[in-house]
């Protein structure tokens, strides 16, 4: 009872300020032909059902696909209500990358380099780069994303156990890029970026598609882009598997909910849950990665305490229509509470490791504990792109209300 109170009251006071920004701002803009609009009736924000309803949605949905054809017409309609809610129906012209790359700096066994480029003109990704000291051609491709931890010394993808996992799948042989969120990272420190922005939702889907064609780029691997994060990352992994096929693994990180939305404008400002004659939940979302590898890591202090009774049954439901159940796995932690620990990264590990033919053993020991010694935790300064050398370009965008969307082509499916 107390920790879900706790819960609860940390909900509240997060969707208090991301939604305030939303009613502000949304009002000021809504006839600005340059804005997705959205119904904010429709919207499903954090804990929009209770435990009970959404379960009981699960189980009538269950009804509704018998087969693998059922699902995958029910997946598409999900598909198109993500990208028509996120404002993405239409593709913007994908811009040149025009990447801007920082100094290498060589740790034992990976190699970190600071990266910026263009996911619009001048709109930049900023992020970095993991790759093993041994490059090879044709790596397989991690994005890592991250979620609301907001605290300066406890910050995005800067936290210890952050640099840790990306430092460590590099080690295993992956191409690992690091990603800010909208409105984290220097764009927020130093320009005017901010997070709680009525299209968060929408820049940050569109930032993971480019980011999927940045790792390409650098010859990544088109057969094995993986996807993981936690929370909030979470909710990006999963939203970037359902619209783009590229992403060949996901790890949603305990964040696949029945009954909880996301408390973000970045994962439920937008209408992508709900219309007239529509409702989905995150558990759907996450199904249409399906048939493709997928982890879920779940935890007995947060919205996924009840993944092994209620969500990953459903998802196992699902991948067996395909016949491949054995897709899917549910790591769940009862006994840990809301992040990307220790333990949560002693299931991720082995799990990318055998769907992307890393090597495990250079991050985990024979009896199953983490092998992370010797990775550098660098301040997040040093993780910045933009510097001396590399300043921020003089038509680089310095806050979220000049992104322009104009140019635009309908949505091809690959």
Same mark, same amino acid.
């Given at each position: ?78 598909? #198109? ?8 129906? #239409? ?62 010394d406890d910050y995005g993808r800067y936290r210890p156990d952050a640099q840790k996992r990306f430092a460590a799948m590099a080690r295993m042989g992956a191409m690992v890029f690091a990603y800010d969120m909208v409105g984290y990272g220097q764009l ?116 996924? #305490? ?64 983490l092998s992370e010694q010797n990775i550098v935790i660098e301040d997040t300064e040093a993780l910045y792109p933009f510097d001396e050398k590399n300043p921020f370009p003089d038509h680089g965008i310095k806050a979220n209300d000049d992104v322009a ?8 499916? #690959?």
């Amino acid at each position: 009872m107390k920790t879900d109170l706790i819960q609860k009251l940390f909900m509240l006071s997060m969707l208090a300020g991301a939604f305030t920004v939303y009613s502000c701002t949304s009002e000021e803009r809504k006839n600005s032909a340059n804005v997705t609009q959205t119904d904010s009736t429709m919207l499903c924000v954090g804990y929009y059902w209770t435990e009970t309803e959404g379960k009981e949605f699960l189980e009538k949905q269950r009804k509704e696909y018998t087969s693998a054809e059922d699902w995958k017409r029910r997946s598409e309609q999900i598909r #198109k209500q993500i990208l028509k809610g996120a404002g993405l129906e #239409k593709f913007p012209e994908k811009c040149p990358l025009n990447p801007i790359f920082g100094d290498k700096r060589t740790y034992e066994g990976y190699r970190v380099q600071n990266i910026a480029f263009e996911s619009l003109p001048g709109v930049y990704v900023t992020g970095s780069l993991y790759t093993p000291i041994n490059t090879t051609e044709n790596l397989p491709g991690i994005l890592n994303t991250h979620g609301h931890w907001a605290e300066l010394d406890d910050y995005g993808r800067y936290r210890p156990d952050a640099q840790k996992r990306f430092a460590a799948m590099a080690r295993m042989g992956a191409m690992v890029f690091a990603y800010d969120m909208v409105g984290y990272g220097q764009l927020a420190q130093e320009y005017g970026w901010t997070h709680k922005h009525p299209e968060a939702l929408k820049l940050q889907l569109w930032n993971s598609i480019r980011s999927i064609d940045f790792l390409l780029s650098r010859g990544a691997d088109p057969e094995r882009i993986a996807i993981t994060g936690a929370s909030g990352g979470g909710t990006q992994a999963f939203l970037l598997a359902a619209v783009d096929d590229r992403i060949a693994v996901s790890v949603p990180v305990v964040q696949v909910s029945a009954h909880f939305f996301g408390g973000c404008v970045c994962e439920s400002g937008m209408q992508i849950h709900k219309t007239d004659n529509f409702q989905t939940n995150n558990v759907e979302i996450a199904a249409c990665a399906a048939p493709r590898p997928m982890l879920v890591v779940s935890d007995g202090d947060d919205w996924t #305490k009840n993944t092994p009774l209620v969500e990953y049954p459903h998802l196992q439901y699902i991948y067996g229509l395909f016949n491949k159940s054995g897709a899917v796995e549910n790591t769940h932690l009862p006994a840990d509470k809301h992040g990307y620990d220790y333990n949560k990264r002693v299931a991720v590990y082995p799990f990318l490791a055998k769907h992307l033919g890393l090597d495990v053993t250079k991050a985990v020991n024979p009896d199953g504990s983490l092998s992370e010694q010797n990775i550098v935790i660098e301040d997040t300064e040093a993780l910045y792109p933009f510097d001396e050398k590399n300043p921020f370009p003089d038509h680089g965008i310095k806050a979220n209300d000049d992104v322009a969307w104009d140019k635009s082509e309908k949505f091809k499916r #690959k």
